[in-house]
């Protein structure tokens, strides 16, 4: 699972693969650098966890990326998902099934749509933690 959130972009693992001069204005040619360097099949849970990482960090942040990536990584994502079994015990696993479920739906929608997504805000780990924080208070 991410190191500060259960999506897959929310890793050392998936930063480290992140090729980019601003992660948080990555381009789309700075992805397409960052998915061409994984090797395939991956086998390396966290390496797989990066690949879908780096696929919806430059979806979200409103990069094109190319049909192979997105196949790859809507496979990618299903196979993680079959680990991370839905539990009403344990909502860490919880978190990150719905989390690679909005993934899988995101790389559907680029499926879709030429290999974009409308971008979407994705929280820092200040603003979750903030946001735990007002939970907290609130009950």
Same mark, same amino acid.
């Given at each position: =699972?991410? @190191?500060?959130?259960?999506?897959?972009?929310?890793? %050392?693992?998936?930063?480290?693969?992140?090729? @980019?001069?601003?992660?948080?204005?990555?381009?789309?040619?700075?992805?397409?650098?960052?998915? %061409?360097?994984?090797?395939?099949?991956?086998?390396?849970?966290? %390496? $797989?966890?990066?690949? *879908?990482?780096? *696929?919806?960090?430059?979806?979200?942040?409103?990069?094109? *990326?190319?049909? #192979?990536?997105? *196949?790859?990584?809507? $496979?990618?994502?299903?196979?993680?998902?079959?680990? !991370?079994?839905?539990?009403?015990?344990?909502?860490?696993?919880?978190?990150?099934?719905? $989390?690679?479920?909005?993934?899988? #739906? %995101?790389?559907?929608?680029?499926?879709?749509?030429?290999?974009?997504?409308?971008?979407?805000?994705?929280?820092?780990? !200040?603003?979750? =933690?903030?946001?735990?924080?007002?939970?907290?208070?609130?009950?």
């Amino acid at each position: =699972m991410g @190191a500060w959130g259960p999506e897959s972009c929310s890793s %050392d693992h998936c930063w480290d693969a992140l090729k @980019a001069k601003n992660i948080h204005k990555i381009t789309t040619a700075e992805t397409k650098d960052s998915l %061409d360097s994984f090797e395939f099949p991956i086998k390396d849970p966290y %390496d $797989a966890e990066a690949y *879908v990482g780096v *696929v919806i960090w430059g979806l979200r942040h409103g990069c094109s *990326v190319e049909r #192979l990536h997105l *196949v790859k990584a809507a $496979a990618t994502a299903r196979r993680l998902m079959k680990a !991370f079994k839905k539990s009403d015990e344990d909502f860490e696993l919880t978190d990150r099934h719905d $989390a690679l479920q909005e993934e899988i #739906l %995101d790389i559907g929608k680029a499926l879709a749509n030429n290999g974009i997504i409308k971008p979407k805000h994705v929280k820092g780990l !200040f603003e979750r =933690m903030n946001d735990k924080l007002e939970e907290a208070e609130k009950s």
